[in-house]
Nanobody, 124 residues
Framework: QVQLVESGGGLVQAGTSLKLSCTDS????????MGWFRQAPGEEREFVAG????????RYADSVKGRATISRDRLKNTVSLQMNDLKPEDTAVYFC?????????????????WGQGTQVTVSS
C-alpha cells in the first residue's frame, strides 16, 4: 500500500512562490506516473500537473502553465511542485497522486493512490 505524505503548504501572499513536496514512504511508485490535483472549496477536484515514471513527460493544467514546474526523484520516491507568481485562485487543498500506470494520470479515475492533501492559501 502506497503512503503519500505531502508537505510545503501554507499561507502566502499573491505573487510569491511555494514548493510542494510529496514522499512515497512505501517506495512503491518509482515505475508509476505521479502528480498533483487540487480542490478549492465548493469546486471539483482538478488536475494540476503530472510527470511520468522517468520524468520524460510532464503536463500542466492551463491555469498553472508557465507558473508551475513538476519534478521527481525516483531514488528518493518524491515528487515536487514548484509554483510561482501565486494567485488567490490557486487557493485549494493540493493532493499528491500516483498513477495506475507509468504514464501521467490527468483524470481522477486513472490515479490509483492519493495523499491526504496540503492546504495552500494565497492572500491578495
Amino acid at each position: 500500500q502506497v503512503q503519500l505524505v505531502e508537505s510545503g503548504g501554507g499561507l502566502v501572499q499573491a505573487g510569491t512562490s511555494l514548493k510542494l513536496s510529496c514522499t512515497d514512504s512505501k517506495r512503491t511508485s518509482s515505475n508509476n506516473g505521479m502528480g498533483w490535483f487540487r480542490q478549492a472549496p465548493g469546486e471539483e477536484r482538478e488536475f494540476v500537473a503530472g510527470i511520468n515514471w522517468n520524468g520524460g513527460d510532464t503536463r500542466y493544467a492551463d491555469s498553472v502553465k508557465g507558473r508551475a514546474t513538476i519534478s521527481r526523484d525516483r531514488l528518493k520516491n518524491t515528487v515536487s511542485l514548484q509554483m510561482n507568481d501565486l494567485k488567490p485562485e490557486d487557493t485549494a487543498v493540493y493532493f499528491c497522486v500516483v498513477s495506475l500506470r507509468a504514464s501521467i494520470c490527468t483524470a481522477k479515475a486513472d490515479c490509483r493512490y492519493w495523499g491526504q492533501g496540503t492546504q495552500v492559501t494565497v492572500s491578495s
